[in-house]
């Protein structure tokens, strides 16, 4: 199987640089797994196509301002840090921009000196492990300091910011949005619940993996960086319950699709747990416990696309994203969705 498989020619018009006005208002394109037959509507009707029972699960993860902008002292300079993980309280594990400059002990600046972080070690993949030195409160320096780590395609930034945040986000340590949950609204998951659908929640820190490109030819040869997940006791029996009753487990994103995948391996039922996976999911892939899925429209020959391709075929996958670019559906994390049925 090869990563060109996976291909899309895609104008930069059709990636949106903003969100809707209001989260629910963006275009939602529904499929039929099976058929791959196609119907358009807006995702404020998503309501329409949940069954009384069904479980709804979302990833309750929040993002962190996790880019900062700083220089080494006495360097007329500038160094960017992407914060991706939390190793122990004060060491990060980091992308940098220029890599060359930050070698091992190297001192960089944020802030004019309100925070310090010197770099530790270096990982195989480049990435640099650096400790934060600070007075204060971490947190609070961080997000006076910090920015929003938007994805690269984003070029401008959104008035608010809480707009790069799912409405239901709580646990920090994000480095990326999982941005399929940016669609719901508070109203609209309360007409969700009063319907009688149950939410369930689950933490997964989106990390590397969002920003890394597939550059193997062979998509078996590409290799996942893991991703710290948790699910708790609660949400198991939820969803345990619900599938003994054969109802619906409809996992919101990608991140949410991974992480109860990987907790499901192995298993029967899901048991509470808190660890790590790196789980690659590509065609061939038999899902063991994810019955719908709701999406957004993702990059070409990304693991992503792979993902969606593998629950839904990827004949039905690439015909439906051929007729949501002639439909004008707008792409990407702030772009329009998919439910997948």
Same mark, same amino acid.
């Given at each position: 199987?090869?990563? =060109?498989?996976?291909?899309? &020619?895609?104008?930069?018009?059709?990636?949106? /640089? %903003?969100?809707?006005?209001?989260?629910?208002?963006?275009?939602?394109?529904?499929?039929?797994?099976?058929? @791959?037959?196609?119907?358009?509507?807006?995702?404020?009707?998503?309501?329409?196509?949940?069954?009384?029972?069904?479980?709804?699960?979302?990833?309750?993860?929040?993002?962190?301002?996790?880019?900062?902008?700083?220089?080494?002292?006495?360097?007329?300079?500038?160094? &960017?840090?992407?914060?991706?993980?939390?190793?122990?309280?004060?060491?990060?594990?980091?992308?940098?921009?220029? *890599?060359?400059?930050?070698?091992?002990?190297?001192?960089?600046?944020?802030?004019?000196? /309100?925070?310090?972080?010197?770099?530790?070690?270096?990982?195989?993949? @480049?990435?640099?492990?650096?400790?934060?030195?600070?007075?204060?409160?971490?947190?609070?320096?961080?997000?006076?300091?910090?920015?929003?780590?938007?994805?690269?395609?984003?070029?401008?930034?959104?008035?608010?910011?809480?707009?790069? /945040?799912?409405?239901?986000?709580?646990?920090?340590?994000?480095?990326?949005?999982?941005?399929?949950?940016?669609?719901?609204?508070?109203?609209?998951?309360?007409?969700?619940? %009063?319907?009688?659908? $149950?939410?369930?929640?689950?933490?997964?820190?989106?990390?590397?993996?969002?920003?890394?490109?597939?550059?193997?030819?062979?998509?078996?040869?590409?290799?996942?960086?893991?991703?710290?997940?948790?699910?708790?006791?609660?949400?198991?029996? $939820?969803?345990?319950?619900?599938?003994?009753? @054969?109802?619906?487990?409809?996992?919101? *994103?990608?991140?949410?699709?991974?992480?109860?995948?990987?907790?499901?391996? *192995?298993? =029967?039922?899901?048991?509470?747990?808190?660890?790590?996976? =790196?789980?690659?999911?590509?065609?061939?892939?038999?899902?063991?416990?994810?019955?719908?899925?709701?999406? %957004?429209?993702?990059?070409?020959?990304?693991?992503?696309?792979?993902?969606?391709?593998?629950?839904?075929?990827?004949?039905?996958?690439?015909?439906?994203?051929? $007729?949501?670019?002639?439909?004008?559906?707008?792409?990407?994390?702030?772009?329009?969705?998919?439910? $997948?049925?």
């Amino acid at each position: 199987m090869k990563t =060109d498989d996976f291909d899309f &020619e895609l104008d930069e018009s059709k990636i949106a /640089q %903003n969100p809707s006005l209001k989260r629910d208002n963006s275009k939602l394109l529904v499929m039929d797994k099976l058929t @791959g037959e196609i119907k358009h509507d807006r995702f404020y009707n998503i309501i329409d196509y949940l069954n009384p029972g069904d479980v709804l699960v979302l990833n309750d993860t929040k993002v962190i301002p996790a880019r900062l902008h700083g220089n080494r002292p006495g360097k007329d300079e500038h160094i &960017e840090v992407l914060m991706l993980e939390r190793k122990s309280d004060d060491i990060w594990e980091t992308m940098v921009r220029p *890599g060359k400059k930050m070698k091992i002990g190297t001192v960089v600046e944020f802030g004019g000196g /309100q925070l310090k972080a010197e770099v530790k070690s270096i990982t195989e993949d @480049g990435l640099r492990h650096i400790e934060f030195k600070y007075d204060g409160i971490f947190e609070q320096i961080l997000d006076n300091l910090g920015e929003m780590p938007l994805p690269p395609y984003i070029k401008e930034k959104p008035e608010d910011k809480n707009r790069y /945040q799912t409405v239901y986000a709580r646990e920090e340590g994000s480095a990326a949005a999982p941005t399929a949950g940016l669609h719901f609204t508070k109203e609209l998951l309360e007409k969700i619940e %009063n319907k009688g659908v $149950i939410l369930a929640y689950l933490t997964l820190h989106v990390g590397l993996g969002t920003f890394r490109p597939v550059k193997v030819d062979d998509v078996k040869k590409h290799r996942m960086h893991s991703e710290y997940y948790k699910i708790s006791q609660k949400t198991c029996d $939820i969803i345990n319950r619900a599938r003994e009753n @054969g109802n619906r487990i409809i996992a919101v *994103g990608t991140t949410s699709t991974r992480t109860l995948e990987s907790a499901i391996e *192995g298993k =029967d039922k899901l048991e509470e747990e808190s660890r790590y996976t =790196d789980i690659f999911i590509y065609p061939g892939y038999r899902f063991k416990i994810v019955d719908a899925m709701i999406t %957004n429209f993702h990059l070409p020959k990304s693991t992503l696309i792979m993902l969606v391709s593998a629950f839904a075929g990827k004949e039905n996958v690439m015909n439906a994203y051929k $007729i949501a670019i002639a439909d004008e559906y707008r792409f990407f994390s702030f772009g329009d969705s998919m439910l $997948i049925i």
